[in-house]
DNA sequence: CTTATGACTTTCA
DNA sequence: CTGAAAGCCATAA
């Protein structure tokens, strides 16, 4: 089932320690698909209601450390407010946002 | 069933 | 080193 990828992406992510970030294709690693990198983003999209409050989807942003987000019902802002709230450094890159992966990579 | 798109990543020129 | 293209998996039309 599909649906066994998008609840290890989901279990990931709520592993994922505060003050910490992800990135989709680490995620995707971990769930099983290196090359997911895209499911694990369309995961966080799809992403139920309820898991929505639990999953911290916006810990979760791409291999430059970038929130690529494009959606308007996930703005980077509000991500960037969360992450600051939890800890974390953002950096404002023009009209997008910078997180220092060295730093704040979730290692495991 | 085939084509197109997407919160991405990696590799080739 | 920088830029462009292909690849991968799944969902939508």
């Known amino acids: 089932m ?7 992406v989901y279990a990931l992510v709520k592993k994922i320690p ?4 992800a990135t989709y294709g680490q995620i995707a690693a971990l ?9 694990v983003g ?4 799809v992403l139920p209601e309820p898991e929505t409050k639990k999953v911290p989807w916006q810990r979760v942003i791409n291999r430059k450390g ?9 703005p980077k802002d509000l ?3 969360i992450l600051e709230s939890e800890g974390v450094e953002v950096k404002t890159k023009e009209d997008l ?7 704040y990579q979730w290692k495991t």
């Open 18 to 21: 505060t003050g910490k970030v």
């Open 31 to 39: 769930a099983g698909s290196p090359r997911g990198a895209r499911m």
């Open 79 to 81: 991500q960037k407010m």
């Open 42 to 45: 369309w995961a966080l999209h």
């Open 66 to 74: 970038i929130i690529s987000t494009t959606c308007s019902d996930h």
């Open 2 to 8: 599909t649906r066994n990828f998008y609840q290890r």
């Open 97 to 103: 946002f910078w997180i220092d992966l060295d730093k």
